[in-house]
């Protein structure tokens, strides 16, 4: 009985032995029919030329016309309508016109003045001009500033005879300055200056002397 249970031990040791040594045989050939990886060569990619481009001839720049040269009227013109700043607008026309108008008003006043011609004189006055001028303190003060002490102006004839006709009697104008289409002052250039002499208004159509206020 020991001896059969002895035999039958070393025969399942056997069949394991060869069974696990079967299983062991099969997996190397299993493992032996995977293949090696294969060295794969990098790619390499090269960069696309860039086409060159084309060089853009540079471009001369245009010739600048050189300025206008005005002539003595146009630059009269421009002197003379500088100050307007948007307080109306004047053509070359309408300038031309109004110095001539102002200039021979001008001309009759000198007449005026040397003949000492007071209702011709007033006939030039604006209204406005005549009530202010009129008026007793304005009067006084300014006899208060006469260069010449003593003097009475009682009234607008002393203010034509001993204010407006020695501030102008012998003096000369040549130009006109806009202060706007209807105010117009009546100027000597001089040395880049302009003396004022006369402002005009035009009222109704005419131009009348705007005396000035204190």
């Excluded at 003949?115 to 006939?123: D, I, V």
Aim: charged residues 30%.
């Amino acid at each position: 009985m020991k001896k059969s249970a002895i035999f039958i031990t070393v025969a399942l040791f056997l069949v394991v032995g060869c069974t696990a040594t079967k299983s062991a045989s099969e997996v190397a050939e299993t493992v032996e029919l995977v293949p090696a990886p294969q060295q794969v060569e990098a790619l390499v990619v090269e960069p696309e030329p860039v086409p060159e481009q084309e060089s853009v001839p540079e471009l001369e720049p245009e010739p600048v016309p050189p300025p206008k040269e005005l002539t003595p009227e146009e630059e009269e013109f421009l002197r003379s309508t500088v100050a307007l700043n948007g307080s109306g607008t004047v053509s070359m026309d309408t300038f031309t016109k109004d110095k001539k108008d102002i200039l021979d008003i001008i001309d009759d006043l000198a007449v005026i003045m040397k003949n000492g011609n007071y209702n011709r004189w007033l006939s030039y006055v604006s209204s406005e001009s005549k009530t202010y001028w009129m008026n007793p303190s304005h009067l006084k003060e300014i006899e208060a500033r006469l260069p010449v002490k003593g003097l009475r102006i009682s009234g607008l004839r002393d203010y034509f005879k001993y204010i407006f006709i020695p501030a102008r009697s012998g003096h000369h104008v040549d130009e006109i300055r806009y202060v706007s289409d209807t105010v117009v002052k009546a100027v000597q250039a001089k040395e880049n200056r302009d003396i004022v002499y006369y402002t005009f208004e035009k009222i109704d159509g005419k131009w009348l002397l705007k005396l000035d206020t204190l």
